[in-house]
């Protein structure tokens, strides 16, 4: 299979208006698909990508467009499936951020924060609750240091340990579609294999 390129919002929106068949992969977390979601997107949490790959080879016989937040699980995603049979992969540039900003319209549900959100306040309150901890037991400095160096390791690697724990929490993981509701072409909105 080719290597993923990167589409624009304008170029995702000329494919579908020029009719063509296009289906548009949100790999995010349940709960943040929940919140809000490009109507008519399928979803697979991107931890969930790998053991549901060889179902997506089965059924996705029309190019793929992988759209996370901003673009960065996108990537990921696209290193996972890019082994799986489909015709074209592709990643919507800037994510559903873009999409938002282009001004399309999204379905939305029940708000729930993104995950990047979660991971910066949980990331927050760890060092405040450390640091203040610190006036009366000063080693939990040290705490906020490791939490410091993890965010730092992140970046550079370009990677999200705190990211890939908390999306395993129950707040992002609601129910999962049975595996054959691709393949059977009964894409009830549901989270998991869904379809918006």
């Known amino acids: 299979m080719e290597l993923a390129f990167i589409l624009t919002v304008e170029d995702v929106k000329q494919y579908l208006q020029a009719g063509n068949e296009l289906v548009l992969l949100d790999v995010r977390t349940a ?5 809000l979601h490009i109507a008519g997107s399928l979803h697979v949490a991107l931890d969930q ?3 549901q790959s060889q179902q997506l080879s089965a059924t996705l016989k029309a190019p793929v467009v992988l759209v996370c937040r901003s673009g960065q699980r ?14 074209s ?12 900003a282009a001004g399309e319209t999204v379905k939305r549900g029940r708000q729930r924060w993104a995950l990047e959100r979660q991971v910066r306040g949980v990331a927050g309150g760890i060092v405040l609750t450390s640091m203040l901890g610190s006036l009366v037991w000063p080693r939990l400095r040290w705490v906020a240091a490791g939490i ?8 550079l690697t370009d ?15 609601l129910p999962t579609a049975a595996p054959q509701a691709v393949a059977d072409g009964d894409l ?9």
């Open 31 to 35: 709960a943040e698909f929940e919140s």
């Open 148 to 155: 410091g160096a993890g965010l730092t390791f992140s970046a």
């Open 89 to 100: 992969l592709h990643i919507l540039d800037g994510g559903i951020q873009a999409w938002l």
């Open 74 to 87: 996108s990537q990921q995603a696209a290193n996972i499936l890019q082994h799986v049979d489909v015709p």
């Open 188 to 196: 009830r909105e549901h989270n998991g294999l869904v379809n918006g």
């Open 49 to 51: 990508l790998a053991q």
């Open 159 to 173: 990677t999200c340990a705190m990211g890939t724990l908390l999306s395993k929490l129950p707040y992002n993981r």
